[in-house]
Each structure stands twice: as C-alpha cells, then as structure tokens.
T-cell receptor, first 114, second 115 residues
Framework: DAGVIQSPRHEVTEMGQEVTLRCKPISGHDYLFWYRQTMMRGLELLIYFNNNVPIDDSGMPEDRFSAKMPNASFSTLKIQPSEPRDSAVYFC????????????FGQGTRLTVV | AQSVAQPEDQVNVAEGNPLTVKCTYSVSGNPYLFWYVQYPNRGLQFLLKYITGDNLVKGSYGFEAEFNKSQTSFHLKKPSALVSDSALYFCAVRRLNTGFQKLVFGTGTRLLVSP
C-alpha cells in the first residue's frame, strides 16, 4: 500500500478564496483523522471519521471549516473563505481499528493564505 | 479528557550520549501510549507504543520507552544518540473506554544531537 496520500503538498491562496485539501486513507482503515499543525498551537485534532461518518468535529475551529468523507477511500477538508490565520500544515491520518494499532500519517499539505 | 504533557521544548545531547525525552499523561482508565517522530517537511512516523504487558517497550531506530503507571509517565530513551536522530518527537495517548478512538498529542519536543 502506498500509505496515506494527501494532495496537494503545497497550496498558496489568497485570502477569501476557497481551499480544498484531499486525503486518500490506507485501504481497509476504518478511521480517518484530520490534524492541523502550527508553531503556536502544535498538533490539533480537527475532526475524525469512523466508517465514513464524522464522530467528533469539536476541533474544527469555525464554520468556515468543513470536512466530508463520501466513501471509504476519499476525504476532503474545505476552508471557505480562507484567512491568513489558517496558514498551517494539515495532516490526514488513518487507522484500522479502535486503538491498538497506531495511526498512519500522510505527508501533509502546507497551506499558505496570503 | 485525556491529555499529554511534554515539559521540554527542546533537548540537546551530544552524539553518543544517552537521551531522554519526557512525557507525562493524564487519562481515566487504561492508557494506550505512542511516540511519533517528525523529520523536517515530513509527516509523523510511528516509533513505538505501549498497550499492555512489559513496561519497557522497544521500537524503531534503537528507541525505547518506559511506561510508569505510578508516575503517569512514558519517557522516550535511547542509549546512544545519533546526529540523524535530530527531529521533532511527539508523545500521544488514546483512551479506549469510551468506545471512540481519539489520539491526543503533546506539543512536541525538538531533539538536537550535536556531533
């Protein structure tokens, strides 16, 4: 398996524009997580899915953020409209079970909003 | 709610010397504990985990960690550091009693190994 695949690797956009980040989890993994990493706040869990259903979105910073998982092999994180303070590295991770197995992370998407 | 504390922002050690990166946790019920490493411009890579059993856990690249329930700690160790170990290290905890799976990370500790 190629691991968790995220696209794009880098994204530069202007304030106010819509940004969509994409993630393909490892096949067979039932859990998918979206994290955000910044210098100030470290690694934050934004939302996670189990069997394509959002379980906990309490980490989503505000209504500008939304995440979907239309099927087991694809998830998106959308920011609309984007703001400079959204600049961060966004990671997607997947895991096959409830907890014994570690989560596998993608390479991340570095988002810069100017 | 579970939480993880990594009290040191940075740890400096000379190559060949032993290293320790500290982690303490707070969780009700049994903890599942993990260490991840992040190299520049890369995602997090799994190093090792504690689920149950022996308190001393061995992982990748010669790292090990000791689970101490009374001190609620899970410190990462290596007997002899390498310059290539320089990276950002994250401790994480997961609680399974709720039936949900949520991995909570610490703020990270930057390890700098000097030649």
């Amino acid at each position: 398996d190629a691991g968790v695949i995220q696209s794009p690797r880098h994204e530069v956009t202007e304030m106010g524009q819509e940004v969509t980040l994409r993630c393909k989890p490892i096949s067979g993994h039932d859990y998918l997580f979206w994290y955000r990493q910044t210098m100030m706040r470290g690694l934050e869990l934004l939302i996670y899915f189990n069997n394509n259903v959002p379980i906990d979105d309490s980490g989503m910073p505000e209504d500008r953020f939304s995440a979907k998982m239309p099927n087991a092999s694809f998830s998106t994180l959308k920011i609309q409209p984007s703001e400079p303070r959204d600049s961060a590295v966004y990671f997607c991770a997947s895991s096959p079970d409830r907890g014994i197995t570690e989560a596998f992370f993608g390479q991340g998407t570095r988002l810069t909003v100017v | 709610a579970q939480s993880v504390a990594q009290p040191e922002d940075q740890v400096n050690v000379a190559e060949g010397n032993p290293l320790t990166v500290k982690c303490t946790y707070s969780v009700s019920g049994n903890p599942y504990l993990f260490w991840y490493v992040q190299y520049p411009n890369r995602g997090l890579q799994f190093l090792l985990k504690y689920i149950t059993g022996d308190n001393l856990v061995k992982g990748s690249y010669g790292f090990e960690a000791e689970f101490n329930k009374s001190q609620t700690s899970f410190h990462l160790k290596k007997p002899s550091a390498l310059v290539s170990d320089s990276a950002l290290y994250f401790c994480a905890v997961r609680r399974l009693n709720t039936g949900f799976q949520k991995l909570v990370f610490g703020t990270g500790t930057r390890l700098l190994v000097s030649p």
